[in-house]
């Protein structure tokens, strides 16, 4: 199927939150996944979550769920490699992630990481805010699959040491109140999440 393939990072374990899934939590009116889907959904064609464990329990997001595709719960970087085996599955040339803790994302993160993505040899882009990288929000070419996943079987983890030996183009992102990639980490921010809305 033509058109953004999109996955939703949800494999974290919430050791700031006292464990569990953070994306269940209360927000909004729902919860905070239910947020990000809401912003995500309208800017692609296909979405899916990577979660590891019982899929059951993201049941009323009514999302494809799939487990990362190498073993060892290696971080971000394994949830990056899921979306492409999936996207590439699904003959998408490439492939967007988003944080699952992400509330606020931008209404135009797609369009502006595809049109940063432009200016890469690699064809990958992360979003930046106010200085800041947001890499696990970002656009990876289906082709590097299995560069990431010597990457991985090589010992790296950190995200940006990847993104980094592959040039990653910068997508800036307005600084907002709230800050679009703030992410909900501990019970304070899950507050401050609630009182944004």
Known sequence: MSGPHAMILAGGGARRMGGGDKGLLALGGGTVLGQVVARI????????????????????????VRPDTIDGQL?????????????????????????????FLPG????????????APSGMAIATSDGRAHPTCGLWPVGLAD?????????TRRLTDW??????????????????FFNI????DLVTAREFL
């Open 185 to 188: 980490n501990t019970p304070d």
């Open 163 to 180: 993104t980094d030996k592959h040039t990653a183009a910068m997508a800036p992102f307005p600084a907002t109140k709230p800050d679009p």
């Open 147 to 155: 560069d990431l996943r010597r990457t991985l079987q090589d010992g």
């Open 41 to 64: 959904e309208p800017q692609v064609t296909r979405l899916a979550l990577n979660a590891n464990g019982d899929p059951a329990r993201f049941a009323a997001l009514g999302l494809p």
């Open 108 to 119: 135009d993160l797609i369009p502006r990481l595809m049109l940063a993505a432009e200016d």
């Open 75 to 103: 971080g971000p970087l394994a949830g990056i490699l899921t979306a492409m085996d999936w996207a590439n599955a699904q003959g998408a040339a490439s492939v967007f992630t988003v944080a699952g803790d992400t509330p």
